[in-house]
């Protein structure tokens, strides 16, 4: 069995990795298929980000198109547990609006995709954290800048928040260990947190363990021969 990793390549020095390695679009759906008609491709694992809707969607209708069988890697979403201060929207509007107010001191925790969204909201001192130094620096008139990469821990984070006085969160449900010590030290803290609920996605069988994603390439069904 050989495998290849696809990178969107919004990261600058993405970590090695053990297979090959693309990096870019593919131009859509059709853009998809193509290249997994071309390079022979037998069954597609979708394991994006829970928030690459666009690239979620394209997989499930890519994989019809060419009659392979599709299996999505996604992790397990958070959910708030006891003296947690969630306040739950639908997506980054819901975010700027409930950032409606007095001045506050936020932990922006969403990369730099929807930063310039939040300048709606200028009255607030906003905290970023990106993996890679942006070339344009972000356009809030009031922020600090911090390049790190994760994974972060919940010492780590609760001394970030506690050094610049953070008093609100702002995040994704991205799930999964990695990025969830923001969210422990938010409770530690007794910092209230705004998330982000995930996109709505077409209808695909879906795990939340790697190990699910072995077992099914050992017994997932053969592509269909649409003589295409």
């Known amino acids: 069995m050989t495998a290849t990793l696809s990178y969107a390549g919004r990261t600058e020095a993405p970590r090695a990795q053990p297979i090959p390695v693309r990096v870019g679009g593919f131009g859509?759906?059709?853009?998809?298929a193509a290249f997994l008609r071309a390079e022979g491709v037998t069954h597609l694992v979708d394991a994006?980000?829970?928030?690459?809707?666009?690239?979620?969607?394209?997989?499930?209708?890519?994989?019809?198109?060419?009659?392979?069988?599709?299996?999505?890697?996604?992790?397990?979403?958070w959910?708030?547990?006891?003296?947690?201060?969630?306040t739950r929207v639908a997506d980054i509007a819901g975010a700027v609006a409930a950032?409606?107010?007095?001045?506050?001191?936020?932990?922006?925790?969403?990369?730099?995709?929807?930063?310039?969204a939040f300048a709606?909201?200028?009255?607030?001192?906003?905290?970023?954290?990106?993996?890679?130094?942006?070339?344009?620096?972000?356009?809030?008139?009031?922020?600090?800048?911090?390049v790190d990469r994760g994974p972060f821990t919940v010492e780590g984070d609760r001394a970030l928040m506690e050094a610049?006085?953070?008093?609100?969160?702002?995040?994704?449900?991205a799930g999964g260990s990695g990025a969830?010590?923001?969210?422990?030290?938010?409770?530690?803290?007794?910092?209230?947190?705004?998330?982000?609920?995930?996109?709505?996605?077409p209808p695909r069988t879906e795990v939340t363990d790697p190990e699910a994603v072995l077992a099914w390439l050992d017994h997932a069904p053969a592509p269909i021969d649409r003589g295409v």
């Open 164 to 173: 610049h006085r953070i008093d609100l969160v702002v995040c994704k449900n």
């Open 180 to 201: 969830e010590a923001k969210l422990v030290a938010a409770r530690v803290l007794g910092i209230p947190v705004v998330m982000v609920d995930r996109p709505a996605l």
């Open 99 to 116: 950032l409606a107010g007095t001045p506050r001191r936020i932990l922006l925790a969403l990369g730099r995709m929807h930063v310039e």
């Open 28 to 32: 859509g759906a059709d853009g998809l």
């Open 48 to 77: 994006t980000h829970p928030f690459a809707a666009t690239m979620s969607v394209n997989a499930v209708a890519a994989a019809k198109k060419v009659g392979i069988p599709l299996l999505a890697l996604s992790r397990s979403a």
């Open 79 to 86: 959910e708030p547990g006891s003296g947690d201060r969630w």
């Open 120 to 146: 709606a909201m200028p009255q607030h001192h906003y905290v970023l954290r990106f993996v890679d130094a942006p070339v344009v620096p972000p356009i809030l008139p009031e922020h600090t800048l911090i």
